[in-house]
T-cell receptor, first 109, second 117 residues
């Protein structure tokens, strides 16, 4: 069965303290791996798509990387406005996107 | 603004009732996904449509059904509602479908908050 596991469940950082979030997956026929940001009560906001091992994408303080078994979302020098839940999802062939449970990030000033 | 429109934003209804949630996808997107998110829970995939046809099904209850119309908007019907059905319901859309290339990322609407009392 396809599985998507995110860790840690929650992460508290001080402003400027860099860290990484993990998304591990066991799927066959991966078509894409997606990262989203979700603020409370809002719809997920698309961040990145990664298609193949070794691929990297960057946006402001965020950088996403992909291996054959996992993806990392690196957050460099985070700010309080980066506080949110970060969701990872995988898409297998032409089918649905399956989400992990998310990592709830809190950045303290 | 993602370009995906969901209505209504909020819905309060009684147990046993039936409701319809509506989703208008982004212009040009053929795939529509429905997700349920209960309090402090992850996004649970319900169902996906592509160009009017059901493409994939998740843990969708038999009391729930959906369809995608020729103009590509979609509706999620929830019937015989129970207290446990209270949740945020999200719709997402993407270009993706069979034999598509890349650019399969999905964009989410702001959700419909359903409260069953």
């Amino acid at each position: 069965e396809d599985q998507v596991t995110q860790s840690p469940e929650a992460l508290r950082l001080q402003e400027g303290e860099s860290s990484s979030l993990n998304c591990s997956y066991t799927v066959s026929g991966l078509r894409g791996l997606f990262w989203y940001r979700q603020d409370p009560g809002k719809g997920p906001e698309f961040l990145f798509t990664l298609y193949s091992a070794g691929e990297e994408k960057e946006k402001e303080r965020l950088k996403a990387t992909l291996t054959k078994k996992e993806s990392f979302l690196h957050i460099t020098a985070p700010k309080p406005e980066d506080s949110a839940t970060y969701l990872c999802a995988v898409q297998v062939m032409d089918n649905d996107m399956r989400f992990g449970a998310g990592t709830r990030l809190t950045v303290k000033p | 603004d993602s370009g995906v429109t969901q209505t209504p934003k909020h819905l309060i209804t009684a147990t046993g009732q039936r409701v319809t949630l509506r989703c208008s996808p982004r212009s040009g997107d053929l795939s529509v996904y429905w997700y349920q998110q209960s309090l402090d829970q992850g996004l649970q995939f319900l169902i996906q449509y592509y160009n009017g046809e059901e493409r994939a099904k998740g843990n969708i209850l038999e009391r729930f059904s959906a369809q995608q119309f020729p103009d590509l908007h979609s509706e999620l019907n929830l019937s015989s509602l129970e207290l446990g059905d209270s949740a945020l319901y999200f719709c997402a859309s993407s270009v993706g479908g069979p034999n598509r290339g890349r650019n399969t990322e999905a964009f989410f609407g702001q959700g419909t908050r359903l409260t069953v009392v």
